[in-house]
Nanobody, 122 residues
Framework: QVQLVESGGGSVQAGGSLRLSCVASGRWISSYTMGWFRQAPGKEREFVTRITWDLNTTYTDSTKGRFTISRDNPKNTVYLQMNSLIPEDTAVYFC????????????????WGQGTQVTVSP
């Protein structure tokens, strides 16, 4: 059974930074695409970024240049470094594991973590 556990969320002021972590167990992530999504109250889960097994990355336009995804396969962990945070980044952030290389849609992912709350105040 695959489990993903996110951590690192919290409350920050606009312009601040947070680093999210997602630790996987039950399967080695080295052969999979790992992604970060977020969901604000009343909204659908939206794509933030993903990193493939061969280190290809893609970002949603609103996070390009501010967020960085990385992976540490020996630690079975994926990270999301978030800089220059704005109030619009407020959401619950989820990591997911996908067997599909591109994997930019929620339905591309087979496993999800429970999420971690990020709140950015003006």
């Amino acid at each position: 059974q695959v489990q993903l556990v996110e951590s690192g969320g919290g409350s920050v002021q606009a312009g601040g930074s947070l680093r999210l972590s997602c630790v996987a167990s039950g399967r080695w992530i080295s052969s999979y695409t790992m992604g970060w999504f977020r969901q604000a109250p009343g909204k659908e889960r939206e794509f933030v970024t993903r990193i493939t097994w061969d280190l290809n990355t893609t970002y949603t336009d609103s996070t390009k240049g501010r967020f960085t995804i990385s992976r540490d396969n020996p630690k079975n962990t994926v990270y999301l470094q978030m800089n220059s945070l704005i109030p619009e980044d407020t959401a619950v952030y989820f990591c997911g594991l996908s067997p599909r290389w591109s994997a930019t849609r929620p339905l591309d992912y087979d496993y999800w973590g429970q999420g971690t709350q990020v709140t950015v105040s003006p």
